[in-house]
């Protein structure tokens, strides 16, 4: 298996462009083919297991089925201490809520390898460096804000060089 990692994601379709570009432009080789791979999205729970095993994906299809689909607002460029820039959903408790289940039932599994000790849902945009700027995001953002986001779905997504794909997705509310 190729080197890499999965993640349970949320697809932010408006913000697919952008964030295609942005990713040519830092390592082309994450880019994917795979049509129903999102760029843009919001991390639930990453990283996770490498190779689940079918109870493991039936653990996540019952999750998702007993969460209902939401609809959140993306609206201010914001920027975390170490620089990442990012916009963050409003509401964010229905994504804390998945991630807090996905935690119960995985729990060596904690988020983002448990460096952040309340990890804040985020669609990640780019990083401040020279000529980087949350005010320079907003920017070539302007046309897109705010974004409205209906949930309905969580992805398990597979990044690896040259390797970007879905593996799996389920509807929230009704399983698979």
Not at 133 to 146: F, I, N, W
Request: a negative charge; charged letters at 25%; glycine letters at 6%.
């Amino acid at each position: 298996m190729t080197a890499g990692h999965s993640v349970l994601a949320v697809a932010v379709p408006a913000f697919e462009d952008y964030i295609q570009r942005r990713t040519a432009h830092y390592d082309a080789s994450f880019l994917s083919s795979d049509p129903d791979f999102s760029h843009a999205h919001i991390t639930v729970l990453g990283p996770w297991l490498p190779t689940p095993s079918q109870p493991d994906l039936d653990t996540v299809e019952r999750i998702m089925a007993a969460a209902e689909p939401f609809d959140t607002t993306l609206a201010r460029v914001e920027t975390f201490p170490d620089g990442l820039i990012h916009l963050r959903p409003d509401p964010d408790e229905p994504f804390r809520a998945l991630t807090a289940a996905l935690v119960d039932a995985f729990p060596h599994c904690p988020p983002y390898g448990g460096r952040f000790p309340d990890p804040v849902p985020h669609l990640t945009l780019d990083r401040r460096a020279d000529g980087i700027t949350p005010d320079s995001v907003g920017e070539d953002l302007r046309h897109l804000l705010p974004a409205r986001l209906h949930v309905d779905r969580v992805d398990l997504q597979w990044w690896a060089n040259h390797d970007c794909h879905v593996r799996e997705s389920w509807k929230l509310g009704r399983g698979r």
